[in-house]
């Protein structure tokens, strides 16, 4: 199966949600222009950003709650967490839109790398398999969405708050469409991981035999001679053919990140304004609860609406982290290789393939802002919490002066 059939569900869904304009002929199947899905990104990008600066200056809209212990602070925190999903809303398909022509040279060149390896290494790609993965990732990742989602607007409606319906719907929307490009980036980094892994198990199972002592009948020592010159030149081949293929992969994470960095910086910062946020309003709820089931409702719907952001950081960092984790195992692999010491070509092959995965190593990157792998999680951590304090201080301060101005 070729990788446009594998993620053609994938990207039928993203032509809808305009973070794919390219449309796939049902013979060849090479990717094609699309002047009409351009045209429509285009239209709905400029009502995005037009329905945007409408919001910023209708503060009616972004009115969640009324109760005296969470009136301005409570009301700034939703309100900027309202734009900021806006935000990485209209930057995902502005840069879907502006990369269009490397999201399509990426999967040209990915369709090149499985050619060579169909060729030069006589391995298939199962893109079957990649199929069925992301099939069950893409499930299990929308019904975290529904049921998060779900969960909070049944929490809310029992509230006696009639606006939280519209603040809901205008935050959902543009939700589903950023966790559509995670799972665009998600899908890609899959890609690269199955290509990784492949090249890993090559190497393994590649031996440069050592040259054994002849023995004393010339005719078997001669016929044993050019065995192992044959199997030699044959690992020598594909040693070379793995170091080009690993040299292509790099440059393609390369592609990738010029593809996705952008989102991947907006959509990063926005889970951490959710995060902090929903932390927030999960204090303001442990101030007033009095014990009663819409105290534990209105708890557990906050911290379900961390679920999805926290969940996207945690699968992007995993899964950025095990792809770039590959340099390092193909080099450990490299050097558990036999190598013959009479044979210079040999040492200085593996020498320069170990000095092309010491240079080359594999990075994810937010745009060039900082490599997206797991100590990203330690600096969102660290984040959340020093924002959170400032302001649970600010909280404090605004309730004393409302004392304060009471008493006057």
């Not at 192992?228 to 793995?242: G, K, S, Y």
């Not at 320069?352 to 797991?374: I, K, P």
Request: glycine residues 4%; proline residues 2%; neutral net charge.
């Amino acid at each position: 199966m070729d990788i446009l059939d594998a993620v053609a569900p994938l990207l039928r869904v993203s032509q809808f949600c305009n973070l794919w304009q390219w449309r796939l002929d049902s013979g060849t199947r090479p990717l094609q222009r699309s002047r009409w899905l351009e045209l429509y990104s285009l239209t709905v990008l400029c009502v995005s950003v037009g329905y945007l600066l409408y919001g910023l200056f209708d503060e009616s809209r972004t009115t969640v709650d009324s109760d005296n212990e969470t009136s301005n602070i409570g009301h700034t925190v939703d309100s900027i967490q309202l734009v900021g999903i806006r935000v990485a809303h209209i930057i995902s398909l502005l840069e879907a839109l502006w990369q269009r022509e490397a999201q399509s040279r990426f999967f040209a060149q990915l369709r090149e790398i499985d050619r060579d390896f169909a060729s030069m290494l006589h391995v298939q790609v199962d893109n079957d398999k990649l199929r069925r993965q992301l099939s069950r990732q893409g499930m299990w990742m929308l019904a975290g969405y529904a049921f998060s989602q779900g969960f909070i607007i049944v929490a809310k409606m029992i509230s006696p708050d009639n606006n939280f319906p519209i603040y809901w719907v205008c935050y959902l929307l543009p939700l589903l469409v950023c966790g559509l490009r995670y799972f665009q980036i998600y899908t890609a980094v899959s890609i690269l991981h199955q290509r990784l892994e492949m090249l890993l198990n090559l190497l393994e199972s590649l031996q440069l035999r050592e040259s054994e002592l002849q023995k004393p009948y010339a005719c078997m020592c001669i016929k044993e001679a050019l065995q192992m010159q044959v199997a030699a030149a044959a690992c020598m081949q594909r040693l070379i053919t793995a170091r080009v293929l690993y040299q292509r992969l790099w440059l393609l994470v390369g592609l990738l990140n010029r593809c996705y960095g952008l989102s991947m910086l907006i959509n990063l910062g926005n889970d951490f304004l959710a995060i902090t946020s929903n932390c927030y309003w999960i204090f303001l709820n442990f101030r007033q609860f009095a014990a009663s089931p819409y105290d534990f409702l209105q708890i557990l719907g906050s911290t379900l609406w961390t679920t999805p952001h926290l969940g996207n950081v945690l699968a992007l960092a995993l899964l950025c982290e095990r792809a770039a984790y590959f340099t390092t195992r193909l080099a450990l692999s490299l050097h558990h290789i036999r190598v013959d010491l009479q044979n210079d070509s040999h040492n200085a092959l593996i020498t320069q393939f170990s000095l092309q995965l010491l240079h080359q190593r594999l990075c994810f990157s937010a745009a060039g802002f900082f490599n997206v792998d797991c100590t990203l999680l330690y600096t969102i951590v660290g984040a959340t919490t020093t924002y959170l304090i400032i302001l649970i201080q600010f909280h404090m301060s605004e309730i004393s002066f409302s004392i304060a101005s009471a008493g006057e």
